[in-house]
């Protein structure tokens, strides 16, 4: 009886310990579409590319004939990144804040220093080009 009793409560403690544990994030991997709205109010789209390098991700947009590129990690359901880009003016830098949804779309916010707002962005994976 006490045998059964130990295993019981052995085995509660491992399911109460794997069910409140954080789970591992998938694999954020390959080419999305992105659409959202510039620092002047007008939309643009593009397509980006995200690589996980070790414990972090590599991200590459190009919209229109501007590339851009990033570096960021993921932690609790968000995708944490610093983006620059060359300018004629030199290099300008920012951040971009994406929350990972269940579909796999990654719904975001960005800013750089110069500008006086926050401005939406959503990466929708391109079917069949993500990784699992």
């Given at each position: ?33 992105c659409q959202g709205t510039s ?12 690589k996980k390098v070790r414990k ?35 290099t300008a830098i920012g951040v ?37």
């Open positions: 009886m006490c045998r059964f009793s130990l295993a019981v409560l052995g085995s509660l403690i491992l399911l109460l310990a794997t069910s409140t544990a954080d789970a591992a994030p998938a694999d954020l991997s390959g080419m999305y579409r620092d002047q109010g007008t939309p643009y789209s593009g397509v980006v590319e995200i972090g991700y590599q991200l590459t947009w190009t919209v229109d004939k501007t590339k851009y590129a990033g570096i960021g990690f993921i932690h609790d359901g968000y995708l944490s990144v610093a983006w620059t880009v060359k300018t004629v003016n030199g971009l804040l994406y929350k990972i949804k269940d579909n796999g779309t990654l719904e975001g916010k960005w800013t750089d220093p110069s500008l006086n707002g926050v401005y939406d962005e959503t990466l929708t994976p391109i079917k069949g080009d993500r990784a699992t």
